[in-house]
């Protein structure tokens, strides 16, 4: 279905938990997290009568996500009865991959055409430290096993913060170079915990770029990989994989956004940066038939903002990334 300004709505990101295995600095608090009631989380079936329910206004995509997706009980049920919805012609799960090495192929099996995989670093020490306590060797297992078992494309998210991992940016860039990953550079944005994350430390697209193409070689533009996300890919020259930018803040891609998310508490949420919610789950808990959850999509569809707010700086929100589905 097309919101007011013209977009067509076709993406659901299903935030299946608020729960996660790693606590990365900019993402999350290193400890007070209160984590939801299980009463206050959707079902699976009720996820389920989400998705059914949203295809009926156009909904062709989903994306799982969180928290980490992974870790929520009978995930593979979960895609085993989205994939049996004929509509919905792709199913991706966003995860920080410290789970995937032993779940990759049951994933697969499941119905899951695709993983991003969340990865800032490739030294141990510092992916500890960012994640607080992650174990970076779990994550390369991981990537490797989401390849082994044809989970593709498999893309890699990175959020260049500096002082952090700007030194580092060109050997993530070379993973495209030695495997057939899409490494994709986010630009951080306002939102989650702001700790000690300020403006000092956001990279921009074109300083990524300009760093990647001084060093490593012109970059070639490259049609779009399979899913259609904000990320712009290039290719390095003869790279097996492709190197994406996500430019939420310095360009951001609002005009062509076809997502909406639904949250762990089963709130459909217009946009990423916009609090205001549509309440699915008392309709779900008070049986409410396809034809009403259809008319709640359609409301939440027209709610959508044009765009984002991110200029006016660290967004304030009574949820977290984990809680929205980042
Ligand atoms: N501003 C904004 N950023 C988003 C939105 N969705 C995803 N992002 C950013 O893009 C990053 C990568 O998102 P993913 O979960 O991998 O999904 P995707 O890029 O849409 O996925 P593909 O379908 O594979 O292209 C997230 O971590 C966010 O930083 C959105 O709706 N708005
Ligand atoms: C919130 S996580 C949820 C899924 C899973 N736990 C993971 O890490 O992939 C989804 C993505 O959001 C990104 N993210 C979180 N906070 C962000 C921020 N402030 N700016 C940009 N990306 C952010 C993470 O790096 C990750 O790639
Ligand atoms: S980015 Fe993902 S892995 Fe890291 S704390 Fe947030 S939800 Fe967890
Ligand atoms: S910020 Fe909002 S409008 Fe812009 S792309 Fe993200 S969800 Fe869509």
Request: charged share 25%.
């Amino acid at each position: 279905m097309q919101d007011r300004f013209q977009r067509q709505i076709n993406y659901l990101r299903i935030s299946v938990t608020d729960r996660c295995n790693l606590r990365c600095v900019y993402c999350m608090p290193a400890e007070g997290v209160q984590c939801l009631p299980h009463s206050e989380i959707l079902t699976l079936e009720e996820i389920v009568d989400v998705v059914k329910a949203g295809v009926r206004v156009g909904i062709r995509k989903v994306r799982l996500t969180g928290g980490e997706p992974l870790l929520r009980r009978g995930i593979l049920e979960l895609i085993k009865k989205l994939s049996d919805i004929p509509e919905i012609d792709d199913i991706a799960l966003t995860t920080n991959g410290i789970l995937l090495g032993d779940m990759a192929k049951d994933l697969k099996v499941a119905g899951l055409k695709r993983v991003n995989i969340s990865l800032d670093t490739l030294q141990p020490a510092r992916f500890h430290r960012i994640t607080r306590g992650g174990n970076l060797n779990l994550v390369r297992r991981g990537i490797d096993a989401a390849l082994e078992n044809g989970l593709e494309p498999v893309k890699i998210n990175t959020v260049a913060i500096r002082g952090f991992n700007d030194d580092e940016l060109l050997e993530l860039a070379r993973l495209s170079m030695e495997l057939p990953l899409h490494v994709r550079f986010i630009e951080l944005m306002p939102i989650g915990t702001s700790d000690d994350w300020s403006r000092e430390r956001f990279i921009s697209t074109q300083e990524v770029k300009e760093l990647i193409g001084g060093a490593l070689g012109n970059l070639e533009d490259e049609k779009v990989i399979a899913g259609s996300g904000p990320a712009r890919y290039s290719r390095l020259p003869g790279a097996p994989g492709t190197i994406g930018f996500i430019s939420a803040v310095s360009n951001h891609f609002c005009a062509t956004c076809n997502r909406l998310r639904l949250t762990a508490t089963g709130q459909l949420r217009p946009c990423l940066f916009s609090g205001r919610e549509t309440d699915l789950k008392q309709a779900l808990r008070a049986d409410a038939g396809p034809d009403e959850l259809a008319r709640i999509f359609q409301k939440a569809i027209l709610a959508k903002p044009d765009g984002h707010n991110m200029a006016v700086g660290w967004q304030k929100d009574d949820r977290i990334m984990s809680q929205i589905g980042g």
